[in-house]
């Protein structure tokens, strides 16, 4: 075994170490500085927001049952100004019935649709089934524009067109928050505005915003 000493008697002294093992040392060095190096850029890149994936706007490619169960294609309404709202025949807003019903017969002849979505996933307060929701609309607030069948607005089971509605961009996207969360689509079929649930048809923020959407060709 080498034995080395930096004693006079030493064959190799101090300096001689040195040239032996610096290469060395400095190789295992580099190696290690470079092995650091690429860990680093590996977490940068995985720390790295990945790109989000782009979500249509455009709501209309759907077909769907209405309350009397035929089926109705959302296409059908494209050129005119959509608002879209979730609804319950017992929740503390179910009177905004009324009030959509009269903002749709003032501007249905200027191209407005309002279309109903029924859904028991708030409190449960859409139990009834798709005659039954049919007959109170009917019988209490005298609707007259188009209900869809009962889907779901959220969840695991939410309906394709509400999960497309969910993925939207701030501050259109997210799940609907309570029953009758309002959508607004303009005349291409794209969502355009949200309103939440306690804001009433008859709200300067939806008329002004419809003024405009009504206005365009």
Not at 43 to 62: N, Q, R, T
Not at 110 to 123: C, K, Q, R, S, Y
Not at 149 to 160: A, C, L, N, S
């Amino acid at each position: 075994m080498w034995k080395f000493g930096c004693n006079k008697k030493s064959s190799i002294g101090a300096s001689a170490m040195l040239v032996l093992f610096l290469p060395a040392w400095l190789g295992l060095t580099n190696s290690s500085n470079h092995k650091n190096e690429s860990n680093a850029q590996i977490s940068a890149e995985s720390a790295e927001p990945k790109e989000k994936k782009m979500v249509s706007k455009d709501v209309l490619g759907y077909e769907m049952e209405l309350l009397n169960g035929t089926m109705q294609k959302l296409d059908t309404y494209r050129g005119s100004v959509v608002l879209m709202v979730n609804v319950a025949s017992a929740c503390g807003l179910t009177p905004q019935y009324e009030g959509l019903e009269a903002l749709y017969r003032e501007h249905k002849k200027d191209g407005l649709v309002i279309i109903g979505f029924p859904a028991n996933d708030f409190g449960a307060q859409e139990p009834g089934t798709n005659a039954e929701i049919a007959l109170f609309c009917s019988n209490k607030y005298d609707v007259t524009f188009p209900i869809m069948g009962k889907i779901h607005v959220k969840g695991k089971d939410v309906h394709p067109l509400y999960k497309q509605l969910a993925a939207q961009p701030e501050p259109i996207g997210g799940e609907p928050e309570w029953n009758f969360a309002k959508f607004l689509v303009n005349r291409k079929g794209e969502v355009v505005a949200r309103f939440p649930s306690r804001t009433t048809p008859s709200d300067p923020a939806i008329l002004e915003q419809l003024k405009l959407l009504l206005a365009e060709d």
